[in-house]
């Protein structure tokens, strides 16, 4: 996809030679800065790769976070900004596009490349994850295509009305994807917890087991997108023994990841069963009232 959007870029970069359509150049500037964002998450692919080690004890996976997050905030801004700027200049005069038959070329062939691109794109990712890096990628492919296809039909018909319109909605596609992935992004750099739905079960299934009274913590969040820890201190009976409480951690740690594989850390502390009302009550109410 970087290679896509770098060529993309050139190609309808080249083509404004022989157009002044605003959406072609918003759009270009669009590819631009999926370029640039691009760059720095395949940066943040090679540092992931790195094996973990006492300084950093999960590695550096979620390296493609930070980075992406920093493109998308500097670039998608700058770039916005140039949009709305070049749409403004078209709405405070007399407006007419023109648009010779090379830029029709050039951008159709950008426009083609595109196109082959996410059909491949989405063949390849199709069922195989739900990190949001990935996600991010192929949504931004999606609305990417979209606003060419604006930009496209402007250089064929030269509507000045479409063409402003186009550069309006494709400033708009720049905006809202780049909201979108950020916040993807963000949600997985602060340690956001998995789904309602999967915590839920793993509690239930975990309460259901004979030898666990009671769960007093359940912490659980992401490490990256494929990537989850969870952290649970369990109330068994006290007459428990060492051999008894790694086996019952044995079973808690498979029981949990036949729910979600994603659980790749499991933290489980053992303590003797307390005398007071239930924690997992309260657990399970807050679970209930959180979103999604």
């Given at each position: 996809?970087?290679?896509?959007?770098?060529?993309?870029?050139?190609?309808?970069?080249?083509?404004?030679?022989?157009?002044?359509?605003?959406?072609?150049?918003?759009?270009?500037?669009?590819d631009?800065?999926?370029?640039?964002?691009?760059?720095?998450?395949?940066?943040?692919?090679?540092?992931?790769?790195?094996?973990?080690?006492?300084?950093?004890?999960?590695?550096?996976?979620?390296?493609?976070?930070?980075?992406?997050?920093?493109?998308?905030?500097?670039?998608?801004?700058?770039?916005?900004?140039?949009?709305?700027?070049?749409?403004?200049?078209?709405l405070?005069?007399?407006?007419?596009?023109?648009?010779?038959?090379?830029?029709?070329?050039?951008?159709?062939?950008?426009?083609?490349?595109?196109?082959?691109?996410?059909?491949?794109?989405?063949?390849?990712?199709?069922?195989?994850?739900?990190?949001?890096?990935?996600?991010?990628?192929?949504?931004?492919?999606?609305?990417?295509?979209?606003?060419?296809?604006?930009?496209?039909?402007?250089?064929?018909?030269?509507?000045?009305?479409?063409?402003?319109?186009?550069?309006?909605?494709?400033?708009?596609?720049?905006?809202?994807?780049?909201?979108?992935?950020?916040?993807?992004?963000?949600?997985?750099?602060?340690?956001?917890?998995?789904p309602?739905?999967?915590?839920?079960?793993?509690?239930?299934?975990?309460?259901?087991?004979?030898?666990?009274?009671?769960?007093?913590?359940?912490?659980?969040?992401?490490?990256?997108?494929?990537?989850?820890?969870?952290?649970?201190?369990?109330?068994?009976?006290?007459?428990?023994?060492?051999?008894?409480t790694?086996?019952?951690?044995?079973?808690?740690?498979?029981?949990?990841?036949?729910?979600?594989?994603?659980?790749?850390?499991?933290?489980?502390?053992f303590?003797?069963e307390?005398?007071?009302?239930?924690?997992?009550?309260?657990?399970?109410?807050?679970?209930e009232?959180?979103?999604?």
């Open positions: 996809m970087f290679f896509v959007n770098a060529l993309s870029a050139i190609l309808k970069a080249t083509s404004t030679t022989w157009t002044n359509s605003a959406s072609v150049f918003v759009d270009m500037l669009n631009l800065g999926d370029a640039v964002g691009l760059g720095l998450i395949l940066l943040g692919l090679k540092l992931s790769n790195r094996s973990s080690s006492i300084t950093y004890p999960y590695g550096t996976r979620r390296a493609i976070y930070v980075l992406g997050l920093i493109a998308i905030s500097i670039f998608s801004g700058v770039i916005f900004s140039s949009a709305i700027y070049k749409v403004a200049g078209a405070s005069g007399e407006y007419m596009v023109y648009s010779g038959r090379t830029a029709r070329v050039l951008f159709t062939i950008a426009f083609i490349i595109n196109l082959v691109s996410l059909i491949l794109l989405y063949r390849v990712l199709r069922g195989n994850s739900n990190d949001p890096a990935l996600e991010g990628t192929l949504l931004d492919a999606i609305s990417d295509l979209s606003a060419s296809i604006l930009a496209l039909l402007v250089l064929f018909t030269e509507s000045v009305i479409l063409d402003v319109t186009g550069g309006i909605i494709i400033s708009l596609v720049i905006l809202i994807s780049a909201l979108s992935i950020g916040y993807k992004y963000y949600q997985v750099l602060v340690g956001r917890s998995p309602r739905g999967v915590l839920k079960s793993v509690l239930e299934k975990v309460l259901n087991i004979p030898e666990v009274k009671d769960v007093n913590v359940f912490n659980a969040m992401m490490i990256t997108g494929d990537e989850y820890m969870l952290i649970l201190e369990v109330e068994v009976d006290k007459s428990l023994d060492v051999i008894d790694e086996e019952l951690s044995t079973r808690i740690e498979n029981i949990v990841r036949s729910i979600e594989p994603r659980f790749k850390h499991i933290i489980i502390e303590v003797a307390k005398r007071e009302p239930k924690t997992y009550k309260s657990i399970m109410r807050e679970l009232s959180t979103h999604a």
